[in-house]
């Protein structure tokens, strides 16, 4: 089995900061890409940033200049410092990776189970 385990959202006023984390954990042979994707309410999740394995991040209009995805392919844990936070980033943050597990050759997508970001105004 594989679990993706985020953690650090919470409640920021506009302006502020946060830093989200995301391990991945199991039987784990290696990871691809790794990312960040949010769904406000009523809205359809969309990405945030990803990082692959080796190679260059990418992100979301809205996300650059103001928020980093970084990993440490060690933990098998990814980053997202966002910076300048505004009320229209208040969403569910949601973890993705692309991973294989020890024995098989497929690779497989997971998804953590969210974390709220909530920024008042």
């Known amino acids: 089995q594989v679990q993706l385990v985020e953690s650090g959202g919470g409640l920021v006023q506009a302006g502020g900061s946060l830093r989200l984390s995301c391990a991945a954990s199991g039987s784990i042979s290696s990871i691809n890409v790794m990312g960040w994707y949010r769904q406000a309410p009523g809205k359809q999740r969309e990405l945030v940033a990803t990082?692959?394995?080796?190679?260059?991040?990418n992100y979301a209009d809205f996300a650059k200049g103001r928020f980093t995805i970084s990993r440490d392919n060690a933990k098998n844990t990814v980053y997202l410092q966002m910076n300048t936070l505004k009320p229209e980033d208040t969403a569910v943050y949601y973890c993705?990776?692309?991973?294989?597990?020890?024995?098989?050759?497929?690779?497989?997508?997971?998804w953590g189970q969210g974390t709220q970001v909530t920024v008042s105004s």
């Open positions: 993705n990776a692309v991973i294989r597990r020890i024995g098989y050759s497929a690779m497989y997508n997971y």
């Open positions: 990082i692959p394995s080796g190679g260059t991040t």
